[in-house]
């Protein structure tokens, strides 16, 4: 992430610390972003294959990291299809994956991206500026219904039908274009007491149309899990999460691939032979310390779980 221009990445050392990085070994980024993690795994001997479905961070990246030649794999396309990228590659196993879940700092600082609810730009939101799905059409297009669905589900939005309800009314006006509108048509929605504490009341609807934007939720669990197939054994996964419904998700991956069987709990013996392919390294989640919090207010809400492959 970044913080005020200076470019900060949420846990860094603490995390390639827990991939114990091996000279020669090969690592991928599933979230290059600008570049923090895998500049760091690179400067400990590793190779990186850096994926990102933004172009704008691959081409930086390419720049910024042409030190390390060859070793910089650089890839444009989504963490979901991990397993066709390393066929293409002609790899076969992975020493180690982070994956840092957090949009970039750059995406939220650039205004024409769309993703803040504190700068007024076009409604956009995308990851991929390729992708022809953006927030601009979700929010004029998605029945009032779809929307109290995207709002409370990703959104953990309490007023997430008052909000559906007041932009479905108001875009009978006129399309809602920009984020500004965007967003005082949600601060006319949330009651004043409400406003008055906690978060800024556009920021959990924000979050939310995000997420259905770039469909980040749906491909999680399942990507986690090809990650963790990729592994060599003794190589590890590193997934820093933002908010409560990546880490369920991250959590319960782990927590499966962990036990191995999947038997009814109300059985007395296991039946479906199914064994255990990691290990959780940590049982609770690492949390940033009070020095980076001070220094990184963005990485407050992060968390850190990290496996490793055991067969």
Known sequence: MENGGEHITVMLEKTVDMLDVKPGGIYADFTLGRGGHTGLIL??????????????????CKNRLKEYGDSFIPVHDNFSNIKNIL????????????????VSSPQLDEAERGFSYMQDAPLDMRMDK???FSARELVNEYPEEELFRVIDQYGEERWAARIAKFIVDARESAPI????????IIKAAVPKGA?????HPAKRTFQAIRIEVNGEL??????????????EKGGRIAVITFHSLE???????????SSGC????????????????????NRKPLVPDEEELQRNPRSRSSKLRVAEKIL
């Open 177 to 184: 274009e920009t984020t500004g509108r965007l967003v005082d």
């Open 262 to 281: 999947t038997c009814p709990k109300d059985f007395p013996v296991c039946v479906c032979g199914n064994k255990p392919t990691v290990r959780l390294v």
């Open 130 to 132: 390729s992708s022809g």
């Open 247 to 257: 880490d369920r998700i991250a959590k319960e991956t782990f927590a499966s691939l």
């Open 218 to 231: 749906e491909i999680l669990g399942q990507a986690l899990r090809d990650g963790a197939e990729l592994l």
């Open 43 to 60: 400067s400990r001997g590793g190779r990186v294959i850096g994926i990102d479905r933004d172009m704008d961070a691959i081409e930086s």
């Open 87 to 102: 066929k293409c590659l002609g790899i076969e196993k992975l020493s180690g994956i982070v994956a840092d879940l957090g």
């Open 195 to 199: 406003r008055r504490d906690g978060p």
